[in-house]
């Protein structure tokens, strides 16, 4: 099923104080994180890992990491909403990818009994967000899960699973961990994410190097989502996008606070270094393109949200072809009565 997309409008947050972690039972088991380079033999090897490990942990260990939460906030609770929305609780639940705990601040316990924090920065999760759920944080690699078959009755992640190598192996590997009847809640961001930026980036570098290199990494689209998540064993699917606009002063202030999310580009083939004559072209072409009334740049981040479950039994399934017994009669319409017709 896909839904039309909405448009959200956010400004750019100023900061705000550090809030130190408070979470219940806190603690850390075995880890399932990838050694260095290491990657799914299936899998294209598209993303350095081990330096996506390290530009969030440089971002968690900033003084005032909140000042560049206000997306992954915005991302959480809504996934949190879409929480709410089923009409159940969760004895046991896992955030895949969760940074600082996005989503668990948005939950209470009558909803969700204890809460898996899993990410591959060890600095993220020593600096989660308070939340009243009883927690447990895990180090692993969302492409390497450390959990047995059938562990959890809920798994959500938020604006993490863009950064993996093989995400069919990853969806597999949620499939395995839930329970039969268990629900997968995600968003990740969509191919449109960034595009002014993408855009600037690639006419200043042809205008001033005679070329353009990727500088913003590359998306999944959502028409592959449905086809991944049936793939990967999950019936009853929901996949729909959202695109919230930020409005930032100029580019050099969204490139800062991309940084500053743990965002920056980590793709094997990105160009390691810009010409600061580039740059300058570049903000000037976004400034001339696409700034709004007051002065600002927008940026567009495009979210998509996708809802799967795990088959059980007591699931509602479609009929079997043929099995209907229903048959119209004297169907008029603004006419002569139609023949019989049998309902399939």
């Given amino acids: 099923m896909l839904r039309l997309t909405r448009v959200w409008l956010l400004w750019r947050r100023p900061p705000a104080a550090g809030v130190p972690a408070k979470n219940l039972g806190l603690r850390k088991v075995a880890s399932g994180v990838s050694p260095p380079g290491s990657a799914s033999p299936r899998a294209l090897n598209i993303f350095d890992r081990d330096l996506k490990r390290k530009q969030k942990n440089w971002a968690a260990r900033q003084p005032e990491p909140r000042k560049f939460d206000y997306l992954k906030e915005e991302v959480g609770s809504r996934i949190a909403d879409r929480v709410y929305d089923i009409a159940r609780d969760f004895p046991l ?3 895949l990818g969760c940074g600082r705990g996005y989503i668990a601040q948005h939950l209470n316990k009558e909803t969700v009994g204890k809460f898996f924090q899993a990410d591959i920065a060890e600095n993220a999760l020593k600096n989660t967000l308070e939340t009243e759920i009883p927690t447990v944080s895990v180090l692993a690699d969302e492409e390497f899960l450390p959990f047995r078959e059938n562990t959890f009755d809920l798994v959500v992640s938020s604006l993490s699973l863009h950064w993996v190598n093989d995400l069919p192996r990853a969806l597999e590997q949620i499939h395995y961990v839930l329970k039969p009847d268990g629900v997968f809640l995600g968003a990740m961001f969509g191919g449109d994410t960034l ?16 070329g353009f290199s990727p500088h913003v990494s590359p998306f999944t689209a959502v028409n592959d989502l449905g086809h991944l998540l049936g793939r990967a064993g999950f019936n009853t699917l929901t996949v729909d996008t959202d695109e919230i606009q930020v409005n930032y ?3 050099f202030e969204l490139m800062e606070d991309l940084q500053g999310m743990g965002e920056s580009n980590c793709a094997w083939n990105r160009k390691a270094l810009l010409h600061r004559n580039t740059m300058l072209a570049a903000a000037a072409v976004y400034g001339e393109m ?3 009334e007051d002065g600002s ?5 495009q979210i998509y949200y996708m809802i799967g479950w795990k088959y059980h039994d007591s699931q509602a399934r479609p009929a079997e072809r043929g099995s209907a017994t229903l048959i119209l009669r004297k169907l008029i319409i603004s006419g002569p009565a139609l023949p019989e017709i049998g309902l399939l």
Wanted: proline share 7%; aromatic share 10%.
């Fill in 93 to 95: 639940a896992l955030d």
């Fill in 195 to 210: 595009y002014e930026l993408r855009c600037s980036l690639q006419l200043a570098e042809t205008e001033r190097e005679g």
């Fill in 249 to 251: 002063p100029g580019m």
């Fill in 290 to 292: 696409y700034r709004n």
């Fill in 297 to 301: 740049v927008p940026a567009t981040y």
